[in-house]
């Protein structure tokens, strides 16, 4: 009688627990395997569909049908960017004020919006837009057995579906990051001078002093490590979709709640990486 049988037959709620911590690690396997395969294949889908990427590079940034206008990536995570703009203009005016300093408001806005609230928001806005979409997407691809389909016709379905997915993803994520560091400096900007009255001049003054092109650097490089954090986990979870479409609805929410805490798992890490001991951060002016 083997090890196995007698620790079930002698302790079997011990052994179900040991069962179920075997099953997560070999699921964390074959999930880290996968994002190794589409990454892989990145060559591959460059060199094979490349009408493809353009197709989803287009579907990504702007939407498609009647969402054109409202519904794209770029318009949601513009307006996300502009309300935490605006959240900087009257919490960083109103606590700065009521210690007197309330000119140090664009201090503020270079400094919170470029380190954590840009990339961070941007983080949520492509997982809860551009993630989402891949993984219903491909969820419905799988439970209508199109991806088999493709797989039967010797299409490499990884680099088609997957690898296509996450380039697209990295390519909308640069003008998409552009926007909305724009917008959450002019909506913090008009916030504070127009509405609380401060001058613009000494807003710009203290804005542009503390603004460092190198934090806008590393700001980029966090928007685009999310951008691939965020596209191959939920490419994972669409390709592995099961159930109907109750387990596609369970795929999309699984894969929000993992690429939504990973976001701020990057957006910790980046951060204590660069600015964890110097803070890179020299009051003057």
């Not at 837009?129 to 891949?134: D, E, H, Q």
């Not at 002019?186 to 000494?202: C, E, H, L, P």
């Not at 979870?237 to 690429?259: D, I, Q, T």
Request: net charge neutral.
């Amino acid at each position: 009688m083997s090890v196995d049988v007698i620790l079930e037959q002698e302790y079997p709620r011990l052994a179900r627990t040991a069962q179920q911590w075997a099953a997560e690690w070999n699921r964390v396997g074959e999930q880290t395997a996968f994002y190794f395969r589409i990454i892989r294949d990145v060559g591959h889908a460059l060199r094979a569909y490349p009408k493809e990427m353009l197709r989803l590079v287009a579907q990504m940034s702007m939407g498609t049908g009647a969402l054109a206008l409202i519904g794209g990536t770029v318009v949601i995570v513009g307006f996300l960017t502009l309300s935490a703009g605006a959240l900087i203009a009257v919490q960083g005016y109103n606590m700065l004020a009521g210690v007197g300093v309330e000119a140090l408001t664009g201090f503020t806005s270079a400094y919170l919006n470029v380190r954590i609230i840009g990339p961070l928001v941007t983080g949520i806005g492509m997982s809860a837009t551009l993630g989402a979409g891949a993984t219903a997407q491909l969820g419905a691809m799988r439970i209508a057995e199109e991806i088999d389909a493709l797989e039967v016709m010797g299409v490499r379905a990884v680099s088609y579906l997957a690898s296509t997915r996450l380039i697209a993803g990295v390519v909308v994520v640069i003008p998409l990051y552009c926007i909305a560091v724009v917008m959450s400096f002019v909506a913090a900007r008009f916030g504070t001078t127009a509405v609380y009255g401060q001058s613009t001049g000494v807003y710009d003054h203290y804005f542009s002093t503390f603004l460092n092109p190198v934090d806008l650097l590393w700001s980029f490089l966090q928007a685009i490590t999310m951008a691939v954090t965020v596209m191959v986990i939920h490419t994972y979870y669409g390709f592995n979709a099961a159930g109907g479409p109750a387990g596609v609805g369970e795929a999309v929410g699984r894969a929000v709640r993992a690429s939504l805490v990973t976001v701020v798992f990057v957006t910790l890490v980046i951060s204590l990486a660069v600015y964890g001991q110097s803070g890179n951060f020299n009051l003057s002016g």
